[in-house]
């Protein structure tokens, strides 16, 4: 019986990239506006290439953009970018349909939920709190717990863990399947691929099942439940 279902955050419970785009824009356009000397497009291409380099979760990331172009960084520039992103982001970070409703309906099929994430433990609860999903979760494990990030053992243990619960009792739903299939699936859960979530052309994600959008979460472990029953 399936007694907990751990979740991705970013591009599985809420749209990160879809976020990330607009807030960059955002921030360019602000940045622009205070005194940026370079086409909107080339510093949105340089400002990727350093998430590329960095980590998406780069928290420096336009210091090094204004460093890497003019060989300093210009405060008044910079702060208008940060400024920027925020804005921008506050109004860009949205959850994809139907994940209040899933969540609520686990909760009262008896599962137990939790989040592992890579992001940063601030980030994660930011993004967790901005969209009203805190209060759904009894564990929320972050990068800062294990400082080891998917597929290594690490974070999926410590959820299991704060859950008491066994891998094969556990669906592990994610969009990444090199970090978040692989991962769950070397320790014995049962793995979803949010295919909703796919930003990286994955065709073949190795995962007991795919979903095209979140809610069909409910009808897979129903039908785990019925087989398991018969």
């Not at 955002?26 to 005194?35: F, K, L, S």
């Not at 940026?36 to 960095?54: C, G, Q």
């Not at 970070?93 to 008896?110: F, Q, W």
């Not at 990286?200 to 009808?219: K, L, P, R, W």
């Amino acid at each position: 019986m399936i007694k907990a279902v751990l979740f991705d955050l970013d591009n599985t419970l809420v749209d990160f990239m879809k976020m990330k785009e607009v807030a960059v824009i955002g921030a360019v356009d602000a940045m622009i506006d205070a005194g940026l000397n370079i086409p909107r497009e080339e510093a949105i291409k340089r400002i990727y290439e350093i998430y590329d380099r960095e980590g998406i979760e780069d928290q420096k990331v336009f210091d090094k953009f204004l460093a890497e172009t003019y060989g300093e960084v210009d405060y008044k520039i910079l702060s208008a970018g940060i400024v920027g992103y925020r804005r921008a982001k506050e109004g860009a970070l949205v959850l994809y349909p139907k994940v209040y409703y899933t969540l609520m309906e686990l909760l009262k099929m008896g599962k137990r939920l939790a989040v592992v994430s890579d992001a940063p433990r601030l980030q994660a609860w930011t993004r967790l709190v901005q969209t009203g999903l805190h209060h759904f979760f009894e564990v929320v494990v972050a990068f800062e717990d294990t400082f080891k990030r998917k597929p290594e053992p690490e974070p999926f243990l410590v959820a299991l863990q704060r859950l008491n619960v066994k891998p094969e009792e556990t669906l592990m739903v994610g969009d990444w399947a090199e970090r978040d299939i692989v991962g769950a699936k070397t320790l014995g859960m049962i793995t979803v691929f949010a295919r909703y979530g796919n930003t990286f052309g994955t065709t073949v994600s190795g995962a007991d099942f795919e979903v095209n959008s979140v809610e069909e979460i409910i009808n897979v472990i129903k039908e785990l439940e019925r087989v398991e029953g018969n």
